[in-house]
């Protein structure tokens, strides 16, 4: 039985867990720094890694507390290595190296998108799902994966430009519902028009298993603001405009999504769908997914956004196979997840969907 203490610092939040056996949640402490960022409608990554400094070992503390244990009784130490914020990676990073050599313990770095996969595990013990599709969406990823098992992910297609829930960040500053933009506009929805705006669906061709979420975003622009966003004011929108445009540009979202995740079904033949990411709190995303023919895993919505406990559960898996670490474990801003295994070409020689040349 494992004791891990994760360690999360890849954006805006300073959190901490202790998780036992990959499942069991004793501790999840998450500072936030919305309050930080809301005036400037996103992260600033200068302010987001000096808050990280901060706020590292007073989360440390608590989550040890909670959990009842002292670093003494923890097995192994993870860390969220990759990807994200440089600045913030590296206070994570350097905080679980020091405590991983003074007390001895192994080094459990992990990437950040794999963590929000694993998410669906937490809480309860790991359900049968072999294999899957997994669709990974939040404010910096929106990536489909091949996960024949949880340690082999296969990436299948990924976002060309904006992620989607950087899209809901920017629908929801032009129409000045404030930061984060994905609850507001989640919230406004429920009371509006899906059907009110027809916003564009950009599918990418029929066999694309890629993501685009710009000209959506632009699209809105258009329409909230007249041609080249120039000729009125948000602020002229009733309220039940808002509503309805919210509701209209979240439709769109979800329709791409679930399409996507339908055509990676299709695809691989997988017979589970996972999906892990802030935005996979969503409630009309959740909707949708479960129309599906298939079984679909979402997370707890407390361990959906980012959070350390995600990160330690998925350290198990390394600890059971003794995959640890080195004491010299470098913060990197990109991730390779899933990359290496991606396949070049489908069985016909043509390149397969979603994927581009090195």
């Given amino acids: ?16 867990a202790v998780v036992v056996d990959g499942y069991r949640v004793l501790s999840s402490v998450v500072a936030s720094q919305t309050h930080l960022h809301e005036r400037y409608r996103g992260v600033v990554p200068e302010i987001a890694s000096r808050a990280h400094i901060e706020n590292i070992l007073p989360v440390v503390s608590e989550a040890l507390h909670q959990a009842g244990c002292r670093l003494e009784d923890i097995d192994a130490v993870a860390v969220t290595s990759r990807p994200g914020l440089i600045g913030s990676l590296l206070v994570g990073v350097t905080a679980a190296k020091t405590l991983a050599w003074a007390k001895g313990r192994p080094l459990i770095g992990v990437d950040h998108i794999h963590a929000h996969l694993y998410s669906v595990m937490l809480g309860k013990p790991p359900p049968q799902w072999r294999p899957a599709v997994g669709l990974v969406v939040s404010g910096g990823h929106t990536a489909l994966y091949d996960l024949p098992d949880m340690m082999n992910p296969r990436l299948l297609g990924s976002t060309i430009d904006d992620a989607v829930g950087e899209a809901y960040d920017k629908v929801a500053a032009l129409l000045g519902l404030g930061y984060p933009g994905g609850p507001v506009i989640d919230r406004l929805a429920e009371g509006g028009d899906p059907r009110a705006v027809r916003f564009p669906r950009a599918m990418l061709g029929r066999a694309s298993l890629d993501f685009s979420f710009s000209g959506l975003k632009t699209s809105v622009l258009y329409h909230v ?12 929108l009733s309220e039940k405009e808002v509503r309805d445009v919210a509701a209209s540009f979240q439709a769109a979202c979800v329709e791409v999504l679930v399409g996507k995740v339908q055509r990676a079904l299709k695809l691989t ?3 589970v769908v996972i999906v892990g990411g802030g935005v996979s709190a969503n409630r009309a995303l959740r909707r949708a997914l479960e129309q599906l ?11 959906a956004t980012d959070n350390a406990a995600m990160c330690a559960g998925l350290a198990e898996l390394f600890y059971r196979r003794g995959l640890f670490s080195p004491l010299d474990l470098d913060a990197v801003a990109w991730s390779g997840f899933g990359v290496e295994n991606r396949a070049a070409k489908d069985e016909t020689g043509r390149r397969a969907p979603g994927v581009v040349p090195k």
């Fill in 293 to 303: 023919p298939v079984p679909v895993l979402l997370p707890p919505v407390e361990y």
């Fill in 225 to 236: 603001r007249g041609f080249q966003g120039r000729q009125r004011s948000a602020q002229a």
């Fill in 1 to 16: 039985m494992a004791r891990i203490l994760g360690i999360e610092s890849s954006c805006d939040e300073t959190a901490a």
């Fill in 269 to 271: 033949g997988a017979r």
